[in-house]
């Protein structure tokens, strides 16, 4: 079946890099996906990466994915204030905007 | 585009009522999604459809809840009758055929 774990809160200090992780226990996956979540707002995609690839990365944002460990993970260089905010990890199976299974999102607190 | 829109933003009901919330897909987008959000059990998916029909309504907690898509711009999520467990943030996605998921600003339902 299908279950997608993370951490609860990670905390950073500005200009640091966070790394927030997660795992998921469908081999099967088929896209993985980051998603940011700001304080009375919907979720916003940040980047996603096929099952097919161990690392992708966009500005600040780098992807790392461990198959054998159904392990991912998402870094944020030069952390800012802004990237507070609660991140979920998701999994597609069948791929192409269908169904997604959410993990239970990681509470990113940036302090000053 | 304005984006996925749902109307109310905010809900606050007497058990027992009906309740009706309604969102706005992406002009173009064929798959629709409604989640529900609470502290304790994260993200759920509740349906979703295709082309205007329903695929997976297995996340429905009971026949309380019902959903509909008349047309490909328009889709209601009715809970009659509600009740305190209810109270949750309820949010509308739209995707295409490229793996995202575009989330709507959340409806907040409040139940007395």
């Known amino acids: 079946g299908e279950d997608v774990e993370q951490s609860l809160f990670l905390s950073v200090r500005e200009g640091d890099s966070s790394v927030i992780n997660c795992t998921y226990t469908d081999s099967s996956s088929t896209y993985l996906y980051w998603y940011k979540q700001e304080p009375g707002a919907g979720l916003q995609l940040l980047t996603y990466i096929f099952s097919n690839m161990d690392m992708k990365q966009d500005q600040r944002l780098t992807v790392l994915l461990n198959k054998k460990d159904k392990h991912l993970s998402l870094r944020i260089a030069d952390t800012q204030t802004g990237d507070s905010a609660i991140y979920f990890c998701a999994e597609s199976i069948s791929g192409t905007a269908s169904k997604l299974t959410f993990g239970t999102g990681t509470r990113l607190q940036v302090t000053l | 585009d304005a984006g996925v829109i749902q109307s109310p933003r905010h809900e606050v009901t007497e058990m027992g009522q009906e309740v009706t919330l309604r969102c706005k897909p992406i002009?173009?987008?064929?798959?629709l999604f409604w989640y529900r959000q609470t502290m304790m059990r994260g993200l759920e998916l509740l349906i979703y459809f295709n082309n205007n029909v329903p695929i997976d309504d297995s996340g429905m907690p009971e026949d309380r809840f019902s959903a509909k898509m008349p047309n490909a711009s328009f889709s209601t999520l009715k809970i009659q009758p509600s009740e305190p467990r209810d109270s949750a943030v309820y949010f509308c996605a739209s995707g295409g055929g490229n793996n995202e998921q575009f989330f709507g600003p959340g409806t907040r339902l409040t139940v007395l």
């Open positions: 002009s173009g987008h064929d798959y």
